[in-house]
Each structure stands twice: as C-alpha cells, then as structure tokens.
C-alpha cells in the first residue's frame, strides 16, 4: 500500500505545484483561472490514462491508445473544419467529427462477420488515416488556421476559459464521471478477457457485446476530451503501462491509478509548458519530452 | 545580417534594373506572389503588368479577379510558368520552396522582404522604377511619410493585441503592427518578443495587465475567467472585429491602421 500513499502524494504535489507555479502573482482571479485549468487537466489526463487501460486490456495489445479506434482523429477533423469555416476550433463540431467516425468505425467493422474486436481496431486505423490526410489537405490551405489545427492536433490546456468552454468543462467531468465508473464495473470482466480469448469465452463472457459496449462509452468520452483539449499525445498510451508497472495486472486497481497518474502528469507537464518560456507550448509536446526519459527509467528498474 | 540582405536585395534591384532596361515595359509581365505588393503595383497604377496573383491578394477589389496562381505559402509552380512572367514578386521564408525552383528556372525575382516600414518605402520606389511610375511612388511614399509621423505621448498606453484565440497569438517585436503602435505612442506588451506572430500564455497577458486590448478575430474577451481585471476591461478599452490587414500588411493601406490606432490611443 505504500505505492497508492506515493501516487496520492505526487497527485496532492501536482495539484500544489500547477496552482501556486506560474508567471503570473498570484490573486483570486489567477487563482480561478488556474483552478479550472487544473481541473481540466486532471480529467482530461486521467480520462485518456483510463480509456488506454480499458482498450489495452480489451484489445490484448500494449500499443493501442485511446486515438487507435478514430476518435481523435475524427474530432480533429471536424476542429479543422470548423477553423475553416468559423474561423476558430469549434468543440462541437470537433465532437461531431469524433462521432461521425466513431460511427464509420462501428459500420466498417460490421460489415463481415469475423470477431469484432479484432476487426475494429483495423478500421479505426484505416479510418485514421483518412481523417489525417483530409485535416492535411485542410492544413496546406490554411494561412494562421494552420497553429490552431496544430494545437488541436498537439494537445492544448490553456484554452480560455469563456462561458462556453466553462459549460463544456461542467459537462465533460459530469461525463466522464459516468462513464468512468460505468466502465469501472467490468473490471473482472477486462483481467479475464487480457487472459486470452478462450478463456473469456469459456467463462460466458459475450465478447462481441462486451466490445461494443467498450468501444462506444470511450469513444464518447475520448471524442468529448478531444473536442476540448486537443489530441494530447503519450498519456493515454504509456501510463496505462506505468500502472501497471506499479500496480499490476488486475484491472481493479491499475485502472484508478492511471487516473489518477494520467491527471498528475498532464497536470506536472501543463505546469511545465506554462513557466518553461513566454511561449505556450503545446502540452502535448511537453508529455512526450518528459515522458519518455521517466518511462525508460521506470522500465529500467 | 540585415546589411548583407541589404546588399543582396541591392545586387538583386540593380540586375532587374537592367532586365527591365533591356526590356521595354510592353513586355513586363508580373506574377506578384505577395499580398502587399499587389496592393502597391495596384496603387502605383501598373495593375496591367500583372498576370498572376495569389488567393490572398484580396485588395483592391479589382485584385480579385485577376488570374490566381494557388495561396500565399502554396503558390503552384506550373501556374506561374504558364503565365510566362517576366518577373515574380516573392516573399520570403514562407515562399522559400518557390523562390529555389524559380532560381534555377533563372526567372527574374523580385524579393519583397521588408522589415520595417522604411523598407516600404524602398520597395515602393525599386517596384516604381521596374513599372515606370516613378512619380506615382515618389507621390505615395511622400503620401505614406506624411501620414505614418510618430507621435509623441506624455503616457505611453500598453496595448495587446490578439489574432487568434486558441492557441493565443499576439504580435511580436519583428511585426509591422509592433511599429505601428509605437509610431502612434503606445507600447505593445510583447515587443520584448523577437517573433512576428508569436503564441502566449494567458497568465502573461493578465500579468503584463494591458491598457487596450485589440482583437483581430470575431471573439470576445467578456466572459473570460481572469481576464476581468485587466485594465483595458475595467476602463472599457478593448476593441473588436478591426480588419487585420489594414494593420498587418506591408502596403500602402498601413496609413488606414495608423490612423485607426491613433483613434483607439488617444480615446
């Protein structure tokens, strides 16, 4: 137990750090500010943690993330178009986006029989591909659109916080917090499937339906994170490793902790990209700058 | 750095100088690759040199409809061959790529790089001379001079401006609306930047607490947490929707975005 007193403590310092660190004296409304920011850090880091733990352990596969089924690339369409036709990343468009592909995802994948699971990452690839190369085209027309698009497609925490994105804010943590503990039940169900395929379906389990339910509850709350945040690399890739690194296999324990492990990242990385310069650095860059160096050391030991 | 692109840019005039010697200006066809440049070729009255344009070059309304060659940083090499320039206005680092390929074509370039609104006025007279309308540059760059004169100001106002929203992109040291603003006695509270364009934390706005901010996006700033304080909100000095190419275009419309800072600083 003394790995979740060192989680929670590093979560506590994260927290600290990210509210009383940064350019700006400290006040009541730079407090505000870095609160909500802080908030959003948290559970858009630990929804992407989370959902990479869930589709890793479904999938069987330590390279799946949580953009493999589409979802970021979708939202990152549906932004790019908003850029071009609002003139500003539209969040609901960029949900739009993530549906849309979400749902051309699930089509794709039932379009022959064969095992689902199998046939949805394949079409969530191919789909990605196709997303990425019309947000492509999209970016080579594009003059100033074109740091936006990259913002939304690097990852980006220090959005405004404006009556609008408070109201998406609200409701992503109302949302996620559903869809967190709704998917948190089937813990059991997730260590018997990452044993193996038989298994699973020797125990009763109905992979097929287990699957969709799987596939369409993160690519909601994947789609929605990405709407507001933009595709913020590594997170939800390598802390579901580092979980269960320190926590091992059982899902029942290492899917809180990348949660809460995938919050205290974004959060340190985000405090990070605020102080390094002037500049904001996309958080996503800063993830994968940090991340990988901790990972290696982690894996080392 | 600046005298050698100087020099370069001087060795470059002088060679077209003599292309267009040799060449009587029947001849001279102009793709103009750069937005400002249009808008001065426009002005100096020589539209019927130009052949070729860009999607940018929106100014004046006549600038529309002339022949398109792709965007300002995707311009399309065939294009602009195909419509036999005798001469191609460029501006780089954004057209980099174009500028190598119409290098080793050997077409004739013009390099339209200015740094400063003096450098305007330079290539306003070197364009003027390539188009023989030397007395038109001279009248609008004496024009541009007595229009753009720098005022002095007892309190100097900080100003922050705003081109994108997410992520937040303001104007830096190396941007004509940084001299612009200085020239109308205000401060940019970025010109310690050395970028154009440069993209900014909130946190450093609301620390630098500008006295007027200008947003060159549709948004607003009303409803923005931690924005509430800044002076520029409390005295109601934050001002929407200006036209950002009045302000940011190296052309002779500058003299528009003068006079509307001037306006806005002295409210």
């Known amino acids: 137990m003394n790995k979740t007193l060192f989680v929670v403590i590093l979560f506590i310092l994260a927290v600290v750090l990210s509210l009383l660190v940064g350019p700006a004296q400290l006040n009541n409304q730079i407090l505000q500010l870095r609160i909500s920011r802080a908030v959003l850090g948290i559970f858009a880091g630990g929804i992407l943690a989370f959902c990479g733990g869930i589709l890793q352990g479904l999938f069987g596969n330590p390279l799946v993330e949580p953009y493999t089924l589409g979802a970021a690339s979708g939202a990152a369409l549906g932004g790019s178009i908003g850029v071009l036709v609002f003139g500003t990343v539209s969040p609901f468009l960029a949900f739009l986006g993530a549906s849309g592909v979400g749902f051309f995802v699930y089509t794709i994948a039932r379009l022959e029989g064969g095992l689902f699971r199998d046939r949805l990452i394949l079409a969530g690839v191919v789909m990605s591909f196709l997303c990425s190369s019309l947000v492509m085209i999209i970016m080579v027309m594009g003059g100033k659109e074109l740091y936006e698009i990259l913002y939304l497609l690097m990852g980006y925490l220090g959005i405004i916080i404006n009556t609008t994105n408070r109201i998406l804010i609200i409701f992503l943590i109302i949302i996620s917090l559903a869809t967190v503990i709704f998917l948190y039940r089937f813990h059991r169900e997730l260590d018997i499937i990452s044993q193996g395929m038989e298994t699973a379906a020797g125990l009763g389990i109905d992979i097929q339906k287990f699957s969709l339910i799987i596939f369409f509850a993160t690519s909601l709350i994947i789609g929605f994170t990405v709407s507001i945040v933009g595709a913020i690399g590594f997170v939800g890739l390598i802390i579901p490793h580092i979980a269960r690194l320190l926590f091992g296999p059982k899902h029942l324990y290492n899917l809180p902790a990348s949660f809460i492990l995938g919050g205290t990242f974004l959060l340190l990385a985000d405090t990070l990209s605020r102080i390094i310069t002037v500049y904001e650095l996309p958080v996503g860059v800063v993830t994968s700058l940090i991340g990988v160096p901790f990972f290696i050391y982690l894996y080392k030991k | ?267």
Not at chain 2, 58 to 75: I, L, N, R
Not at chain 2, 76 to 100: D, G, M, Y
Not at chain 2, 107 to 132: A, V
């Open chain 2, 1 to 267: 750095m600046r005298c050698i692109r100087a020099i370069i840019l001087f060795l470059i005039t002088i060679n077209l100088f003599n292309c267009s010697k040799k060449n009587n200006t029947k001849s001279l066809r102009i793709v103009s690759l750069s937005p400002a440049m249009t808008e001065i070729i426009f002005a100096l009255g020589g539209e019927h040199y130009l052949v070729g344009t860009t999607t940018f070059c929106t100014y004046p309304e006549a600038a529309k409809k002339t022949y398109k060659v792709g965007d300002f940083s995707h311009p399309s090499l065939e294009r602009i061959l195909a419509q036999k320039p005798s001469l191609v206005v460029v501006n780089p680092p954004e057209q980099n790529h174009i500028i190598r390929e119409l290098k080793k074509l050997k077409i004739p370039l013009f390099i339209s790089q200015p740094r400063c609104i003096e450098d305007i006025y330079k290539e306003i007279s070197e364009i003027g001379h390539i188009i023989k309308k030397e007395d038109q540059a001279d009248s609008l760059v004496n024009f541009m001079k007595n229009n753009l004169k720098p005022i002095k100001k007892d309190k100097i106002k900080t100003v922050y401006v705003e081109l994108s929203s997410r992520p937040l992109i303001t104007v830096g040291q190396k941007s004509f609306l940084n001299e612009l603003i200085s020239l109308t006695g205000g401060k940019n509270i970025f010109t310690d930047i050395k970028k154009a364009y440069p993209i900014v934390t909130q946190e450093e706005i609301i620390r630098r607490n500008p006295d007027i901010v200008i947003l060159l996006h549709p948004g607003n700033i009303k409803d923005r947490l931690g924005w509430q304080k800044l002076e520029a909100v409390k005295r109601k000095q934050v001002y929407k929707n200006l036209n950002p190419d009045i302000l940011l275009r190296p052309g002779p419309r500058l003299v528009q975005g003068y006079n509307k800072l001037k306006k806005i600083l002295s409210e």
